[in-house]
């Protein structure tokens, strides 16, 4: 199984990027999927979501500013982040799970927003 990350860059405050999350070796449209991220010192924490279904949740901070979506026939999921803030640095990480003890995680990808 493989979960490879890209997409993450240097942006300005204000500005967009897009992640995108392929996996392989898995039914992927069997699996929900999930966008971390984490800073140095500190855990990582969930952002976004999506279940098998297409189904999205967001944590606060990122609601109306980040989208994930999903496309099956590509196995991938992306995080669209528009109206970038210096907050939002740190390493994405994209996890891919199943049911029970089944979750696998990508190597990530930094995103740096300057102000």
């Known amino acids: 199984v493989q979960v490879v990350e890209s997409g993450g860059g240097l942006v300005q405050a204000g500005g967009s990027l897009r992640l995108s999350c392929v996996a392989s070796?898995?039914?992927?449209?069997?699996?929900?999927a999930g966008w971390y991220r984490q800073v140095p010192g500190k855990q990582r924490d969930l952002v976004a979501h999506i279940t098998s279904g297409g189904s999205p949740e967001y944590v606060d901070s990122v609601r109306g500013r980040f989208t994930i979506s999903r496309d099956n026939a590509k196995n991938t999921v992306y995080l669209q982040m528009n109206s970038l803030k210096p907050e939002d640095t740190a390493v994405y990480y994209c996890?891919?799970?199943?049911?029970?003890?089944?979750?696998?995680w990508g190597q990530g990808t930094q995103v740096t927003v300057s102000s």
């Open positions: 996890n891919i799970h199943g049911n029970f003890l089944e979750t696998y």
């Open positions: 070796g898995i039914t992927f449209s069997t699996k929900a």
